[in-house]
Each structure stands twice: as structure tokens, then as C-alpha cells.
């Protein structure tokens, strides 16, 4: 199974009640890091766009990148979660 490394996260509150965020991360055996953006209008569903975090990388690689997260509850809770723990209490 491939490891996920965590590099930075953030989420923010915004003054719509909205929330939006990020996690960089890395996965073992990829030589590009990708960068997962959240928004959520309540803080319960969540939409999520997944990009290279700076170069780009093999698009195979991208796409079962894509598909873990998709289909992996694990993986995709990690990566919200990582941004959800910087929130800043209000």
C-alpha cells in the first residue's frame, strides 16, 4: 500500500459561514506532490479538486491518485482532516 505524507494544510472559515481549505501531500513512489483544495458550505459535505502541488507528474499516477481518493474513505478523511486541525477556533 502506498504511504501518504502530509507536507502543509490549512482551512479557513469564511465570513459566509463557507469553509475552504488545503492539504500538499506527498505518496510514496510518486516523484510529483499534489495539493487537495475542500470547500464546503457547512463544514458536513465536502467538495474537493485535486491538482499537482507544482510540477506536474505522470498522469497515470494523478489518476489512481484521484481514484484512492475517491474510493478510500481513509486516505480522503487524512487529507481533510490534516486542513480541518489548522482551523483556527473562533
Excluded at 35 to 43: L, M, N, R, V
Aim: no cysteine; glycine share 6%; proline share 1%.
Amino acid at each position: 500500500m502506498e504511504e501518504l505524507t502530509i507536507v502543509e494544510a490549512q482551512m479557513k472559515r469564511q465570513e459566509d459561514g463557507s469553509y475552504i481549505g488545503k492539504t500538499v501531500f506527498q505518496v510514496s513512489s510518486h516523484k510529483a506532490g499534489y495539493e487537495i483544495a475542500f470547500y464546503s458550505k457547512d463544514g458536513g459535505d465536502w467538495d474537493y479538486s485535486l491538482h499537482y502541488a507544482s510540477e506536474p507528474g505522470i498522469e497515470e499516477q494523478f489518476m489512481a491518485v484521484d481514484t484512492r481518493i475517491e474510493e478510500d474513505d481513509e486516505w480522503f478523511d487524512a487529507l481533510l482532516d490534516a486542513a480541518w486541525d489548522t482551523l483556527a477556533e473562533e
